[in-house]
């Protein structure tokens, strides 16, 4: 084997060893997150105030375990606003003729079906078929309520892909410009987004102007941090924006299971997650009727401002280097490689 040979195989080895840790990566967080959903204290409440709910709910929590946690509410009507405030995902309305059970599928459909199995051997003791009363149901478009979810794949898809054209591509052009392009292009995204979400596949009927508005800061925020990002991990940015933006962010988004049926570490991504702070919010504007809506603004504008720290680090890195121009023109076929490899994954 010839030295010529040796230097490409070698190039080829290298190459290789991005996918593969994806492959690796892919793997351990989506069958991590995924393969083995089950409730962990899902909040849920028998409705009633009197001694006989109370103790329904204590067989239940102690039949349950950890599974659920029980709560009893006063009526039906303070029922319907807990899980209006997803502050319970089922309310189980005691009846010996006529039992019911109160969800609300639009926050989760799979939350919805666990609840829905947990109560139905409770209906069951008294001989009567359970009811089951949808207080908040997803759009016509969206029957199973996991549209947004998709939406959110494909706006993070269009940001990180276009991560290794502003950062590989556009290397030689100064950072405050590919700033600037980072944030018109997380504008086109979000456009995308909106006229996809509403006009194409009506998957809300009303708040499109606030699902824009999060998905712009949520295509922003990933944008930003990868065009800083690029200036110090070069041609392991790809790498760094799946981890960050796929293998972590899809999981713990809350679009598949929300984070009552899943294992601590991705429950606890989903309090301060990028994805899940776009599912959580566009769900509470559209169906919960704003209910929680100020804390997911918040966690996607803190994610945004992560961004601007970033990029502002790496202006500073790249000032301080002031790498000269020919560098920059010679990098040109590695970014290019960089660049169909991103795109290609």
Request: hydrophobic content about 50%.
């Amino acid at each position: 084997m010839g030295p010529d040979t040796r230097g490409a195989l070698r190039h080829v080895l290298t190459h290789l060893l991005t996918p593969l840790l994806m492959c690796l990566g892919m793997g351990l967080a989506y069958l991590g997150a995924f393969s083995q959903p089950a409730p962990h204290e899902l909040p849920v409440a028998v409705v009633g105030s009197g001694p006989e709910a109370s103790a329904l709910a204590r067989g239940i929590a102690d039949k349950a375990g950890d599974k659920l946690a029980v709560r009893t509410v006063a009526d039906r009507d303070a029922a319907v606003s807990a899980l209006r405030h997803q502050d319970v995902f089922g309310a189980y309305v005691p009846d010996r003729h006529a039992p019911e059970l109160l969800v609300a599928s639009a926050g989760s459909d799979t939350t919805a079906v666990a609840v829905q199995k947990a109560f139905t051997p409770v209906a069951a003791r008294t001989g009567a078929p359970l009811e089951v009363t949808d207080v908040a149901r997803p759009a016509d478009g969206d029957p199973t309520g996991q549209g947004i979810f998709f939406l959110l794949v494909a706006l993070s898809i269009g940001s990180y892909a276009s991560v290794a054209v502003l950062g590989a591509a556009g290397a030689t052009l100064p950072m405050r410009l590919r700033a600037a392009l980072a944030v018109a292009t997380s504008l086109v995204v979000s456009v995308f987004g909106a006229v996809l979400a509403g006009p194409v596949f009506h998957l809300l009927d009303h708040g499109l102007a606030g699902l824009w508005g999060m998905a712009w800061a949520y295509s922003a925020g990933i944008l930003l941090v990868g065009v800083g990002l690029h200036t110090f991990l070069k041609r392991w940015t790809t790498l760094g924006m799946m981890v960050l933006f796929v293998m972590l962010n899809f999981t713990s988004a809350g679009g598949v299971y929300r984070p009552e049926l899943q294992n601590g570490f991705f429950a606890g991504l989903h309090s301060f997650w990028n994805g899940a702070g776009f599912v959580e919010g566009t769900r509470s504007l559209v169906y919960f009727d704003s209910n929680g809506l100020g804390g997911h603004v918040v966690t996607l504008a803190l994610w945004l401002l992560v961004g601007m720290a970033v990029t502002a680090a790496a202006w500073y890195a790249e000032t301080r280097t002031r790498r000269p121009a020919a560098k920059h023109r010679d990098a040109g076929p590695a970014a290019e490689e960089e660049m169909e490899e991103t795109v290609g994954v």
